[in-house]
């Protein structure tokens, strides 16, 4: 994907030369910078020293628009949440997130309490049977005493399975189709069947709604663009189409867009490539070690025995490699488990055999990654790939005593998102949130990445910003005009913080933060010289 690939963003506000002075800059090329300068036409025109901010504020107005004291602020490279679900994460922003229940019977009563509200249909997501002491799901009978005749969908917190009202089952026909696991528990084509009929019943300007929160949400905490990972199983062409156009007419960071569906519907939404819609992303190798459908080369170690296949294979990989290739287009795959990225690396092989460099060229996208080793890493590197990882993973699941030890034992366990070890090989790293899988909150992630579970899996302060921000761009084929540096002639696309903990002192490095005290608190956001979010309105200006 090229640059191109952003273009569709609303222009209806205009940029502006903006001077922001007496702070710190987060700039390789320019490691003392006190200030820099905006330019008309979206780039920065500028960055350098105290002395030379004060000629340039004196100097006449046709320079400068305007002066901002950043007051010991850092201005850095904006975040890119490299991977995320709009529609799901804007409803779940607004709507039944039930990551925070405490008990089945708390989350019950969260259903309860929306349906009160008179929706016909309710949609929510983020439960976790783990973490609950009843270490079960609610039933379809659960379900329906606490929210009357109602479709209900609820999203399991890894996206791969559900729990679904009896008469959503129905009106889907989910309880005839493989996946169906009983009393109103869903996964595979049974999921996909109640998932899509449920999201049919949202109005568009429920979407629209959506679409705002979550753009809004994601612009006040310093986040510039997004990766949107759309297909059959997971939205639609449709809410695609509508998402690329909404983000074209209205203010908000960037939107990247990928589609894991046949390339002939992508054709039909994207003619000519004018978006570069990425053939890939969310293209399902595999699904979730959660719910227990990640492929693995070895049995499941709480179901001895339970192996499921991926669920494509190498031919079907290397078949999305080419035509993306043919298109001028950027291939994706969801594999999560050692087994899937085997067929990855099968695929990428096969299709390698049309020019190692060319495949290379089309910077494959492995999402999520999870348990890749070290000669798995080796050969992705060859092939050129990004891994685009969730590190809030790790902080949720991770440890001697979370999700991944008990689904897998503790030395498995050890070695999921080797993150140090992927960014030592050469493979791209871009950091995302998986949302609404994992709330968006970009120092969170940064905080998981370099605190790990695995000391030897962590990454450095530095290289981890570097993911979050420049990661982003790179995992999108967008970097080539330099966005997520900081130097004159870039897009000026950056956040500026609050700094409560002060700098990190980090020799040889532009600066950061210090992430032993509290997160810094975005004060601007700036998307090629435009205002996503400032905290002085809370909006863009």
């Given at each position: 994907?090229?640059?191109?690939?952003?273009?569709?963003?609303?222009?209806?506000?205009?940029?502006?030369?903006?001077?922001?002075?007496?702070?710190?800059?987060?700039?390789?090329?320019?490691?003392?910078?006190?200030?820099?300068?905006?330019?008309?036409?979206?780039?920065?025109?500028?960055?350098?020293?105290?002395?030379?901010?004060?000629?340039?504020?004196?100097?006449?107005?046709?320079?400068?628009?305007?002066?901002?004291?950043?007051?010991?602020?850092?201005?850095?490279?904006?975040?890119?949440?490299?991977?995320?679900?709009?529609?799901?994460?804007?409803?779940?922003?607004?709507?039944?997130?039930?990551?925070?229940?405490?008990?089945?019977?708390?989350?019950?009563?969260?259903?309860?309490?929306?349906?009160?509200?008179?929706?016909?249909?309710?949609?929510?997501?983020?439960?976790?049977?783990?973490?609950?002491?009843?270490?079960?799901?609610?039933?379809?009978?659960?379900?329906?005493?606490?929210?009357?005749?109602?479709?209900?969908?609820?999203?399991?917190?890894?996206?791969?399975?559900?729990?679904?009202?009896?008469?959503?089952?129905?009106?889907?026909?989910?309880?005839?189709?493989?996946?169906?696991?009983?009393?109103?528990?869903?996964?595979?084509?049974?999921?996909?069947?109640?998932?899509?009929?449920?999201?049919?019943?949202?109005?568009?300007?429920?979407?629209?709604?959506?679409?705002?929160?979550?753009?809004?949400?994601?612009?006040?905490?310093?986040?510039?663009?997004?990766?949107?990972?759309?297909?059959?199983?997971?939205?639609?062409?449709?809410?695609?189409?509508?998402?690329?156009?909404?983000?074209?007419?209205?203010?908000?960071?960037?939107?990247?867009?990928?589609?894991?569906?046949?390339a002939a519907v992508l054709d039909d939404l994207d003619p000519g490539g004018r978006l570069a819609v990425g053939l890939g992303g969310d293209v399902f190798v595999d699904g979730s070690i959660g719910s227990h459908t990640a492929a693995l080369r070895a049995p499941y170690a709480d179901r001895p025995g339970h192996r499921p296949p991926p669920l494509?294979?190498?031919?079907?990989?290397?078949?999305?490699?080419?035509?993306?290739?043919?298109?001028?287009?950027?291939?994706?795959?969801?594999?999560?488990?050692?087994?899937?990225?085997?067929?990855?690396?099968?695929?990428?092989?096969?299709?390698?055999?049309?020019?190692?460099?060319?495949?290379?060229?089309?910077?494959?996208?492995?999402?999520?990654?999870?348990?890749?080793?070290?000669?798995?890493?080796?050969?992705?590197?060859?092939?050129?790939?990004?891994?685009?990882?969730?590190?809030?993973?790790?902080?949720?699941?991770?440890?001697?005593?979370?999700?991944?030890?008990?689904?897998?034992?503790?030395?498995?366990?050890?070695?999921?998102?080797?993150?140090?070890?992927?960014?030592?090989?050469?493979?791209?790293?871009?950091?995302?949130?998986?949302?609404?899988?994992?709330?968006?909150?970009?120092?969170?992630?940064?905080?998981?990445?370099?605190?790990?579970?695995?000391?030897?899996?962590?990454?450095?302060?530095?290289?981890?910003?570097?993911?979050?921000?420049?990661?982003?761009?790179?995992?999108?084929?967008?970097?080539?005009?330099?966005?997520?540096?900081?130097?004159?002639?870039?897009?000026?696309?950056?956040?500026?913080?609050?700094?409560?903990?002060?700098?990190?002192?980090?020799?040889?490095?532009?600066?950061?933060?210090?992430?032993?005290?509290?997160?810094?608190?975005?004060?601007?956001?700036?998307?090629?010289?435009?205002?996503?979010?400032?905290?002085?309105?809370?909006?863009?200006?």
């Open positions: 994907m090229t640059s191109a690939a952003w273009q569709h963003v609303t222009d209806s506000e205009p940029a502006r030369a903006v001077l922001y002075r007496g702070g710190h800059i987060h700039s390789a090329a320019h490691p003392r910078a006190t200030a820099l300068l905006t330019a008309r036409d979206g780039t920065i025109a500028w960055i350098g020293t105290a002395d030379d901010a004060d000629e340039i504020a004196a100097a006449p107005g046709d320079r400068v628009d305007a002066v901002a004291d950043l007051a010991g602020a850092l201005l850095a490279p904006a975040f890119v949440d490299a991977h995320l679900h709009a529609t799901a994460t804007g409803l779940a922003l607004g709507g039944l997130d039930l990551a925070a229940a405490p008990t089945l019977r708390a989350a019950l009563d969260a259903v309860a309490a929306a349906a009160s509200a008179g929706a016909a249909t309710l949609l929510g997501t983020g439960w976790d049977e783990t973490r609950w002491p009843e270490q079960r799901p609610p039933t379809a009978a659960e379900l329906e005493m606490a929210a009357g005749d109602r479709f209900v969908y609820l999203a399991r917190v890894d996206g791969h399975s559900a729990v679904v009202s009896g008469k959503l089952a129905a009106a889907s026909g989910a309880s005839l189709l493989a996946g169906w696991l009983g009393d109103g528990l869903c996964r595979g084509d049974a999921h996909h069947a109640a998932r899509s009929t449920a999201y049919d019943t949202i109005t568009p300007g429920q979407r629209t709604d959506a679409w705002r929160r979550l753009r809004a949400t994601a612009a006040a905490l310093g986040i510039a663009a997004l990766h949107e990972m759309a297909g059959p199983e997971v939205s639609s062409a449709d809410d695609l189409a509508a998402l690329l156009a909404h983000a074209a007419t209205e203010p908000g960071p960037l939107i990247a867009g990928y589609w894991a569906g046949d494509l294979d190498a031919h079907a990989v290397a078949t999305t490699v080419l035509t993306a290739l043919a298109t001028g287009r950027q291939p994706g795959f969801h594999a999560i488990g050692d087994a899937a990225i085997d067929v990855v690396l099968a695929g990428l092989d096969a299709a390698a055999t049309a020019g190692a460099a060319r495949v290379a060229a089309t910077r494959p996208r492995v999402e999520h990654c999870v348990l890749a080793h070290p000669d798995q890493i080796t050969r992705l590197a060859a092939h050129g790939a990004v891994a685009v990882v969730q590190p809030a993973f790790d902080t949720h699941w991770g440890g001697p005593a979370g999700l991944y030890a008990t689904r897998l034992g503790a030395d498995r366990a050890a070695a999921i998102n080797p993150f140090a070890a992927l960014a030592a090989a050469g493979v791209g790293l871009a950091l995302s949130s998986d949302a609404p899988v994992t709330p968006l909150d970009p120092w969170a992630s940064i905080r998981a990445a370099v605190g790990h579970h695995t000391p030897a899996a962590r990454l450095t302060l530095p290289a981890a910003f570097t993911a979050a921000t420049r990661g982003g761009w790179h995992a999108a084929r967008a970097d080539t005009d330099g966005h997520g540096t900081l130097a004159p002639g870039h897009p000026a696309t950056f956040a500026v913080w609050d700094l409560p903990a002060g700098l990190a002192h980090l020799p040889g490095h532009p600066p950061l933060p210090d992430l032993t005290g509290p997160d810094p608190v975005c004060l601007r956001t700036v998307a090629r010289g435009r205002t996503l979010y400032d905290a002085t309105t809370g909006n863009g200006q």
